[in-house]
């Protein structure tokens, strides 16, 4: 069979299935079967037995299609409820998650944060390199109060309030990654400028202090919370990212529903980062002002980097060894 008619009977199974598909994922968020009437439980088993139909037809016709796996997926979150089987608790779920969930969450959308990351990069970039080949350049790309007043030997040498800073940290870094987020209902105009902004003025700030031979001290500033805070900031930007290109390519679904979609999807990428913000914050507040050599902080984002490579890597992992996933 051609692979444009196997498209269009795929268009078609959606188009045809997806408000039963839709019914049953709604019932299964707000009812529970003790709370249901005879009339909703014949019909939930109805449609437990409509939709394990599909699902035998979409593994026989579509068995590498997403459709495929997100039915398997209902089918068995259906049975586990009509059939008895013990419910995972919410604190469970949450486990479950940050342990497994979040990170395939990140492998399946990680080119959108190597986007993401190559927006930020092309900002840095440009500023470093315009502000290399003239120093005034960074007053357009920094504060006005910040420019004029970079000094590598008074760097982490500030009087910190620990609490306040390390709050005000995680509510700025928040506040960026949900622009991010957020804007990727506008075609991600907003998204794409918010990651190119935060280049510039990483990049600026990063030439000044390379000018005045202060390299060293600035990375050892940046570094130990800053691994975990740009990842945190290109999954958001991710999230926007992917959200957009649902609106330009819903694939084999209604632009409505690939929005739906992904937006349930983006929205879990978002909970995902909140912790990773929370962790930035509190290294941002204690670690980066503290009177350290700067080889230990320099140790600190080495080890934050090695513990972000292996758990978003997982995923990564079980593919290459199906066997023992």
Request: proline letters at 4%; a neutral charge.
């Amino acid at each position: 069979m051609s692979l444009t008619n196997t498209s269009n009977r795929l268009s078609q199974f959606i188009k045809e299935n997806q408000e039963t598909w839709s019914r049953l994922q709604e019932f299964l968020r707000q009812k529970s079967l003790r709370n249901c009437t005879k009339g909703e439980i014949d019909e939930f088993g109805r449609m437990y037995r409509q939709i394990s139909a599909h699902l035998a037809y979409a593994q026989t016709c579509f068995p590498s299609h997403e459709i495929t796996a997100e039915l398997r997926q209902l089918v068995m979150r259906a049975h586990n409820i009509l059939y008895g089987a013990p419910e995972t608790t919410y604190g469970k779920k949450v486990w479950l998650f940050y342990r497994d969930g979040f990170p395939k969450l990140f492998y399946e959308r990680r080119f959108f944060v190597l986007t993401a990351a190559l927006l930020l990069f092309a900002g840095f970039l440009f500023a470093f390199v315009a502000t290399c080949l003239n120093h005034d350049a960074a007053a357009f790309f920094l504060p006005s109060d910040l420019a004029g007043n970079i000094d590598p030997q008074n760097i982490g040498k500030n009087d910190w309030n620990d609490a306040i800073v390390s709050s005000q940290i995680m509510i700025n870094n928040i506040q960026v990654a949900f622009t991010c987020f957020a804007m990727g209902i506008f075609l991600a105009i907003g998204t794409i400028w918010s990651l190119f902004m935060n280049g510039l003025l990483l990049g600026a700030l990063s030439a000044l202090y390379s000018q005045a031979g202060g390299d060293y001290p600035f990375w050892a500033f940046i570094l130990p919370h800053g691994v975990i805070e740009l990842t945190a900031i290109f999954i958001s930007g991710a999230a926007g990212l992917s959200l957009a290109y649902r609106l330009f390519v819903p694939g084999d679904f209604t632009r409505k529903h690939a929005l739906i979609r992904e937006g349930l999807v983006t929205i879990k990428l978002m909970a995902g980062v909140i912790p990773m913000f929370i962790i930035a914050g509190i290294i941002e507040g204690y670690v980066t002002p503290a009177h350290w050599p700067h080889w230990t902080k320099y140790a600190v984002a080495i080890f934050n980097l090695l513990w972000l490579s292996l758990y978003f890597g997982r995923p990564f992992f079980a593919q290459q060894n199906p066997d023992e996933s």
